[in-house]
């Protein structure tokens, strides 16, 4: 018997290869990291620093920016164009509360392609700081930083092209207090110096 | 002989071919209406098309319904805070300069959202409340962002490699 419909599912399938392709392609040059890997870390924290904000809420929050304040129209034109920031940090009352794979999760995601590691300072006392772009042809298409001492770990990741002369300038101007995440014993004694 | 009687039917037949027309004769046609027995079944094509058809709008209604209820789902899904935790109860090695800290948290919000009351006033009120959440969020993750930059500045100037030169040597 013959059967009603001859469905060749050879064709759809390569229309929706060619549809999902450059969406796959798009999701790989994606800047965003994973960073949910880090969540068990809160519990063992003394501080945690969490903060998601994803385009919509990005757009949401321009909406609330004053035009007549210069900090926040700064501000305003920082995040234009960006589509995400999403900051992770931890502080420890002890040492060794996290790993090197703790580390590693979020350093794997940056040894993807286009990723570019722009800074790289280890200390043994000091920690390590990483600073990495992620280059869309000239263009800046995101930015991380990756930063780990014996009690803290710290992880930002800005999505979308970010002015770094802008986000430069705004340091000391946004008014939002210390939270005491940078170690402010360590400058304390350097500017004692 | 005469063999007009094959063409037009005039002329003398050949008895053989009367004989013939005799024989056959009861086999011509004879109009009369077409009797079909009432025993008689016809197979019938199944037509799939209006099956297809519900088939097809059941799907796109559920499509549209998935559609629906993850947007309304991201429209109403919690909002995203910036959790800043601390210990219930201080401990005693904790560093003295955070204890006056969160005050000026505080009165910092109070005054970006003072700022904002004006620019925000054309939203709608849960619009707005979300909005200057986000706010709050987004200078949260620009002033840590600033203060990693910042430290990967000092990290990487000039005079704090000559103050590590200085210290190794």
Known sequence: MKPLFHINFRTP??????????????????????????????????????????????????????????????????????????????????????VAADVETIRMQLRAPGWTRLVNVTSKKEGMLEVYLLMNGEQIGGLAVLHTEDRELTVVNIVGPVDLDKLAKLEGQLGVPELGIEPTKKTKKEDEK | MNDDYLWDKTGQPDPQIQQLEDILGTLHYQPKPLALPNDL???????????????????????????????????????????????????????????????????????NRRQNRSASSVLPKGEREEALMAKEQLMLALRVTTQQLHLVHTKTSPANQIKNQHRVG
Do not use: C
């Open chain 1, 13 to 98: 399938l390569l229309a929706l290869l060619l549809v999902l392709a450059p969406a796959l392609v798009a999701k790989a040059q994606d800047s965003r990291i994973q960073m949910g890997g880090l969540d068990h870390l809160a519990a063992k924290a003394s501080q945690t620093v969490d903060v998601s904000i994803d385009e919509r809420l990005m757009r949401l929050a321009a909406k609330v920016f004053s035009d007549k304040d210069e900090d926040e129209r700064e501000v305003k034109q920082l995040i234009a164009n960006l589509k995400g920031i999403y900051v992770k940090s931890f502080e420890f009352d002890t040492d060794g509360q996290f």
């Open chain 2, 41 to 111: 079944r016809v197979p019938q094509r199944r037509n799939y098309v209006p099956l297809v058809a519900i088939a097809a709008s059941l799907l796109l209604a559920l499509l549209a319904g998935g559609i629906w209820l993850r947007v309304r789902s991201r429209d109403e899904a919690p909002k995203q805070q910036a959790r800043v935790e601390e210990p219930s109860t201080p401990k005693p090695e904790e560093k003295p300069n955070r204890a006056p800290q969160s005050p000026v948290n505080k009165s910092v919000v109070v005054h």
